[in-house]
């Protein structure tokens, strides 16, 4: 049996009659950029996150860093992130010409909320906080650390959609959630897209204005702004997704409580859930000192693998401009030398799972 480490077309399959319909639906509505299924996804959305604005953009990057621009965060400014994270996370920061400076993660992947306060100097502006692989971090503290250093708090939502923390959905603690809908993540589209969510009317309006040219009103601009809007087509096709969120989270919370019941080898270290925290398995990430050697065995029984992410941020050559040396974050590093994400798609058939669970155990 051949397994992917992802399928995104039985996603697709599971509910393909209605992403069809609606994909003709706006093809023929001849309304494709800023129209009613926008504008219908956004209320959607910030209703699901139990925020008060949700405003649609073209990516999980430009979430990010418009976000920063909005809050007025860039050259000369800190902000705080994990080290182990996606490097769009970092970006979202650099772009703006900020500087990141990087902590260690905790257990259960994401920052380590007692390493950030020695890293706060008198340039620190923002913590970004990650909820990475699909789990929650934890915002008791951080948010507690935030509101004493007086910092704005961003959340990079791209892989935790419906993940909460003590019942309150990520994204809603901070200034500015951050979200993606890449194809891979929990809640996909089938292109690009992204979106931020907040709380405050003036943020909100200020990245509604930012994302289309500066302008609200067609051709009168009020700042320099950028072209970043989620498409109609996306929007609709999210919006069917959306609408199936919580059996695709329990389907992909069944595949995971199996995993975590029936993987059983010395080797492989399985991940935890933080208490108070929910996790809504964007990734199942294992870790293991034999990485290499499992990666080669599980290929010859075709069963593929990716690792999220080989290289830390700092040790990519994009950042060398930090001059952040080798060694300097030991957990981060040794992370990124022994995760590994074993396949999880929604619409994974039980045979599939078995044999990756089978093959996983006999592993020598
Ligand atoms: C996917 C991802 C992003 C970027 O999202 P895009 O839509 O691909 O730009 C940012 N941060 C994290 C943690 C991600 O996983």
Redesign the pocket.
């Known amino acids: 049996m051949k397994i992917m480490p992802n399928r995104l077309d039985r996603g697709f399959y599971l509910y393909q009659r209605e992403f069809e319909q609606k994909a003709l639906e706006v093809l023929r509505s001849g309304w494709y950029i800023l129209g009613r299924e926008v504008s219908s996804f956004e209320e959607e959305f910030a209703a699901y996150t139990g925020s008060r604005y949700c405003v649609g953009l ?7 860093w418009i976000a920063f621009r909005i809050l007025g965060i860039g050259q000369g400014d800190e902000v705080i992130v994990q080290g182990n ?5 970092v ?2 920061i650099t772009i703006n010409g900020a500087t990141p400076v990087f902590v260690e993660p905790d257990e259960y992947y994401n920052i380590n909320a007692d390493k950030i306060e020695e890293k706060i100097t008198e340039r620190t502006k923002a913590i970004l906080v ?3 692989y699909g789990q929650a971090s934890n915002m008791a503290p951080i948010m507690d650390t935030a509101k004493r250093h007086g910092l704005r708090v961003v959340e ?4 935790s959609h419906g993940a909460c923390f003590q019942g309150q959905m990520t994204g809603t603690f901070g200034d500015i959630g ?5 194809p ?2 929990n809640l996909g589209a089938f292109g ?3 979106a931020i969510v907040t709380n405050d009317p003036k943020i909100a309006g200020d990245v509604r204005v930012f994302r289309n040219y500066g302008s609200e009103k067609r051709y009168y601009n009020q700042v320099v702004g950028t072209n970043s809007r989620l498409d109609e087509l996306q929007a609709g096709l999210l919006r069917v997704r959306l609408s199936h969120m919580k059996e695709l989270e329990e389907e992909k919370r069944g595949f995971c409580e199996r995993y975590l019941k029936e993987l059983k080898h010395p080797d492989l270290l399985l991940p935890g859930i933080r208490e108070g925290a929910t996790h809504i398995w ?1 990734q199942f990430v294992i870790r293991t000192e034999r990485r290499q050697e499992l990666i080669n065995y599980l290929d010859r029984n075709e069963i593929g693998t990716i690792i ?1 992410y080989p290289i830390p941020p700092h040790l990519s050559e994009a950042y060398q401009y930090l001059n952040i040396r080798e060694g300097s974050l030991p957990i981060t590093e040794k992370y990124a030398e022994t995760v590994l994400s074993i396949p999880l798609y929604n619409g994974m058939t039980a045979d599939e799972q078995q044999y990756v669970i089978e093959t996983l155990n006999s592993f020598q």
């Open positions: 073209a990516s999980g990057l430009d979430a990010l994270t996606y490097i769009a996370s970006m979202g990650v909820h990475l990079d939502c791209a892989q951050c979200f993606s809908f890449y891979s993540k690009d897209g992204g964007h999220h």
